[in-house]
């Protein structure tokens, strides 16, 4: 029964167009390795939410306890420009370290998240 069902699948499987296997690799792809289209805010508030938000408040509605004296995400956004932030992840005064070192297009993303939260 067991390998009837394997074998159903395996044949359903080989029907699948080539553009539907693509689409199933799509999602399955992390999201920083399909930035073909430039600095994306959503892939930066993405990974704001994985890597800072343990110490900084990374979006407007959250609320909640903070590490005293670490400025929110919107804040940075006000006080620091991209250059200021990216010396200041590249040679972070932070007392830990992020746990996930950022790449370049992982940096900009990021900042084009911190970029969208200007004004609120
Ligand atoms: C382990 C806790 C921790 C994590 C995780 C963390 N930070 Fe920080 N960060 C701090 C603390 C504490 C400060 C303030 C004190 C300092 O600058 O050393 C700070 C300061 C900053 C500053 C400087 C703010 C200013 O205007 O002086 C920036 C920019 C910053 N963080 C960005 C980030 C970003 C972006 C992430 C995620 C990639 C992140 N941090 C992850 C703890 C953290």
């Known amino acids: 029964m067991r390998r009837f ?9 080989s029907w699948l167009a080539p ?9 399955a792809l992390p999201a ?5 289209f430039g600095p994306d805010p959503e ?5 704001a939410a994985r890597v800072c938000s343990g110490c ?3 979006e407007p509605r959250h609320a909640g306890p903070v590490v005293d004296g670490v400025p929110s995400l919107m804040r940075i956004a006000e006080t620091r ?9 590249l040679a972070p005064s932070h007392p830990a370290m992020p746990e996930a070192p950022l790449d370049r297009a992982e940096r900009e993303h990021l900042l ?4 969208s939260l200007e004004g609120n």
Do not use: F, S
């Open 32 to 36: 920083a390795a399909q930035a073909p």
């Open 19 to 27: 553009a539907v296997r693509l689409v199933i690799l799509g999602t």
């Open 112 to 115: 084009a998240y911190i970029r």
């Open 81 to 89: 420009d991209d250059a200021e932030i990216e010396t200041l992840l």
């Open 43 to 47: 892939v930066g508030y993405a990974l």
């Open 56 to 58: 900084h408040l990374v």
């Open 5 to 13: 069902v394997v074998e159903v699948l395996r044949l359903h499987l």
